[in-house]
């Protein structure tokens, strides 16, 4: 999800109260309703297995796998499918999927990019004729080839243990029999009814007589039903190449879009090697581009020299200093994070610790920037969204991330098929010379990151936060709660969150960041260290809502697992 909608008045409510009660809000990590010093819900202990997704019943899906005897990459398959299903408005499987795998038989970490391409018919000459200067958000010309079924294949076929059929299972009856929607999902589901309702096959497919489900109605989707059982009896050529597939071609030719049979055939994801910096004695893993997540390297290079943990969290000093990381991290990002096979991105150099020594030199403890350029080449020379994260028994941990994008995606559903096709298109750029510029075949930047931690060469942390330009940015914060603050796994997601916004972007018209941009404050902060930041040249706001969604699961010394989940959403931690 590229910018989350305003959070649910559940937020506020809770707010209210505590200050009604007079119940302090400042203090770091504090319970938001008791002001204690201890996270709003405990942390999840498990002896075997441990699942942490945005759903509770997702969760428990997960769960019953591994105790059938499924690895936790079977399980994460599971939960993903039943997900597109309970959580369509940030996921399903028209969106595409990045996962971190760490193998316990290998001892080693395997990344999977599976982002699809734009259509190979759909040119920059098309989108010029139409008069546009940005691809749209929603209809037919943001749409490129979903990648997560053929994901869930590669992944499975490496290191899956149960049938594609019974990991399928729980989402097809859940889809037919039905299940309550969840309080958050019913908010944003209702957000998107009145901007996707006008694309064909949407409102015929999900909304109840022109609106979205209530909290706590049952939904069912019988057509998604039939897609994953000829999913989960053909394979993923069901879908690339068999009925499937001519279904979405002539839906598309039938709608003005570009989509092809063709598009279809040719996908594949591929297999890619993660890449890391050491943080304090801790090796922290993301993929590289075309995503976003060496940001969060970046960003946490810059910081290192500093004694955050002197400045204590939630200081002046702690939040400025991560914002000024973040602009010159995000400069980069604008310029260098594309498709490799078009354009080069020299990332071993964005991550070094020279180079990050280098850029350090333009933070200044007292001032805001208000400009960023990114790096030269000289200097160089040498993109709603779930996010789930699950670990079995053998000691296997994954670490997933699945995206439609915007919300509810583009708003194209094909009629019979029960799912709705991202709009990640509309993170290329209409200019030609950028790198992320439209072309056909072309993978666009990529917001959704999946991470890992390790330490001496085991696993330590396996977690994500989604949130479109949220997630580097969450990322290094939950590592700086970790390892700097010494916060537990559920305290780290559950402190307050700062989100700077305004950056320069690597998709749209990319315009320039010249006024700083906005720093977005949760509640929690003090409103000292608010009044500080404005006099250093940081324009603050409250905002609620675009901080993310956290789940995390951490190898317990003692054995086991330690598990926690995001607070501000629906799901759950659990194990056995």
């Known amino acids: 999800m590229s910018r989350p909608i305003t959070a649910p008045r559940r937020g506020l409510a809770l707010l209210a109260l505590a200050c009604a009660l007079g119940l302090p809000l400042s203090a770091p990590a504090a319970d938001r309703i008791s002001g204690n010093a201890f996270a709003t819900r405990s942390e999840v202990y498990a002896p075997h297995a441990i ?14 796998v591994m105790k059938a005897g499924g690895s936790a990459v079977d399980a994460a398959i599971a939960a993903n499918a039943a997900l597109g299903l309970m ?23 395997y990344g999977y990019n599976g982002s699809g391409r734009s259509p190979k018919s759909l040119t920059l000459a098309e989108f010029q004729k139409r008069g546009l200067k940005d691809i749209p958000p929603h209809g037919p010309l943001p749409v490129t080839v979903p990648g997560t079924v053929d994901g869930w294949f590669a992944l499975h076929e490496r290191f899956g243990r149960k049938p594609m059929a019974e990991n399928l299972a729980p989402a097809i009856r859940y889809a037919r029999d039905g299940h309550p929607v969840h309080e958050v999902i019913a908010y944003y589901w209702n957000a998107s009814v009145p901007r996707l309702s006008k694309w064909p096959g949407f409102k015929e497919q999900f909304t109840i007589d022109g609106r979205a489900p209530r909290t706590g109605e049952m939904w069912k989707n019988p057509n998604l039903a039939d897609t994953l059982e000829q999913i989960a009896k053909g394979g993923r050529d069901a879908f690339y190449k068999g009925e499937i597939a001519h279904t979405i071609d002539a839906y598309f030719k039938a709608n003005d879009g570009f989509l092809s049979y063709d598009d279809l055939a040719a996908h594949r994801g ?27 390297l970046q960003i946490l290079n810059l910081l290192e020299p500093y004694n955050l943990k002197s400045y204590g969290f939630g200081s002046v000093e ?18 260098w994070y594309a498709d490799p096979a078009f354009s080069k991105s020299p990332v071993a150099k964005l991550i070094s610790k020279d180079y990050a020594a280098q850029r350090r030199k333009l933070i200044s403890m007292d001032k805001a920037l208000r400009e960023v350029q990114p790096a030269t080449p000289k200097e160089l020379d040498e993109g709603d969204t779930i996010y789930m994260t699950v670990a079995d028994a053998d000691g ?19 009629p019979g098929l029960g799912f709705i096709f991202q709009d990640r298109g509309e993170q290329f750029v209409l200019k030609q010379g950028h790198p992320n510029s439209f072309a056909p075949g072309k993978r666009p930047f990529h917001t959704i990151i999946p991470a890992f931690v390790t330490k001496d060469g085991k696993p330590w942390l396996s977690f994500g936060v989604m949130g479109g330009a949220m997630q580097p940015q969450g990322h290094a914060q939950i590592v700086i709660n970790l390892i700097d603050f010494g916060m537990n796994l559920q305290e780290a997601g559950d402190a307050p969150r700062l989100q700077h916004d305004g950056s320069t972007e690597p998709a749209g018209q990319a315009t320039v960041m010249s006024d700083g941009g906005e720093l977005d404050l949760e509640t929690g902060f003090s409103y000292e260290t608010v009044r500080e930041l404005m006099r250093r040249g940081h324009s603050v706001r409250f905002a609620h809502g675009p901080y993310g969604g956290y789940q995390a699961i951490m190898v317990n010394p003692h054995g086991g697992y330690v598990g926690a989940s995001e607070s501000r959403k629906d799901g759950q931690a659990a194990g056995y």
Do not use: C
Request: glycine residues 10%; hydrophobic residues 40%; aromatic residues 8%.
């Open 270 to 296: 591929e297999w890619v090697e993660p890449v890391s910096t050491n943080y304090r004695g801790y090796d922290v893993w993301e993929l590289p581009p075309n995503g976003q997540g060496i940001a969060a």
């Open 87 to 109: 959580e369509p408005t940030g996921n399903g499987i028209g969106g595409d999927l990045f996962a971190i795998v760490w193998d316990p038989k290998t001892q080693k970490l």
């Open 318 to 335: 702690h939040l400025h200093l991560f914002t000024e990381a973040k602009k010159l991290a995000f400069a980069d990002r604008a310029r």
């Open 396 to 414: 296997m941990m994954v670490s997933l991330i699945q995206s439609n994008y915007r919300g509810m995606g583009s708003g194209m559903a094909p």
């Open 51 to 64: 699942a942490a997704t945005s759903h509770p019943l997702t969760t428990q899906i997960a769960l019953d």
